[in-house]
């Protein structure tokens, strides 16, 4: 069960959330009137979804997004921000938090929080907590469907971007760049797509001091375009992520788009270019109702630091050399910074860790043991960062809450383990049912096994 925490005194954010969560049951939620409370409960209890009453002056939320925003590696998952006016939602938007959602007024949070949740419920893969819950290895495929309605697509592509970013896909430095491509496309998709608004009509609306959001509230009433639809698809690969987006109209002139000079661009305009600044293959079907684009993640290079370890010296390692030999009396436990690493037992490969499996050696850390395995990293970007056991227990001390977050980890990772050990007993009771040996791998098989899968270096 996924938790929200709400710092609020607003009765009606509060009733809000508690008929929301009372309709789905994978939600549970707990409200908080004062920022020390609701921090302490984040701490200890990782609520994927923090909801924060900006709208309040006398509530300190600033503080509670400080907290969260310190050690970003703890606290993934996602932000609901509630403001006084959409000005200064705008404002918060600009501070470019990734793991902020949405930022809303009390109104629109009212009308919105549970189809947000239906959202959240719907794709609970993206509300990613790290380190509790598995990356998938191979393509994730998916798509959104949504009206015209820019609050709900804007909520789709932050939590894209938002898991791309904490699952080690993208930089933090991408992930602002990302949200413009999204934005900026699905803006278009809707009012100059579904909505068919043009570019003089829309330049005269803003320079007559209106608001775009109350023309797009308008058109989207009328019977001609009610019911059309903004379709999302995502592909997410090892080494790129791709995206298409689709609208119902009639297309719009993209190639004209293009060609517009800086200067005619200062309300509005210039999203197109920028946006193909930082995306790659940006590429529109003739009629302008579709289009596609492309990031490269950066999968297995870069993991975030938690803040607990931030000050602790980071290690180099070199292609084929070794971190720690099987049988040492060790117990350092290793954060995984960059790279790959080959797990060895008794000379054959049993495992290759990634930034995605986050430590090296615990089960020695906490055993007190010998080293179970020799790990070796392999390729030439690998960097670890080595805790000693004195230098953790201090850092648990003066932050217990890392100590039930790692009880996490751990725990999730046996449970992991439990499902590949009853799936493989599973397959071995059919084997046996059909009468045929079981499988075995030598040492030369199980090398062009892994070289088929790409794992190079090796």
Partial sequence: MKKIVAVTKNPVIEQSVMEGVRDLQDFSADIFNDSESAIAYINYELPEIKVLDFADEKLDCQTVLDAVCEDNWLHSGGIIVICKSRSKARELEEKKDVNILATVTAGEF??????MLKILAANDQFLYTRGLKEIIGGEEKGSFVSGNDPMNLHFYSNMLVSYLYNTDRISRDSCSGLKLALSEFLNNAVEHGNLEISYSEKTKWLMEGNDIMDLIADRSQMDKYKDRKVRIYYEIRKGASAFRIEDDGDGFDWKKMLEHRAEDE?????????????????????KGNIVTFAIKNSMDSVNAIPGFIQNLDTIHYKDKEIVCRQNDLSNDLYFIVSGRYAVYMNGRLSAILTPADMFIGEMAFLLDDRRTATVIATGNMCRLIKVPKAVFLLLIRRNPHYGIFLSKVLAQRLEEQNKISWALKSQLEQLEKTGLPPLELDEEETSVRLKEQNWQGL
């Fill in 110 to 115: 009212r009308d919105h929080f549970q189809r």
């Fill in 266 to 286: 200062e309300l509005h305009g210039r999203g197109i270019k920028m946006s193909q600044g930082v995306v790659q293959k940006v590429e529109y079907n003739e």
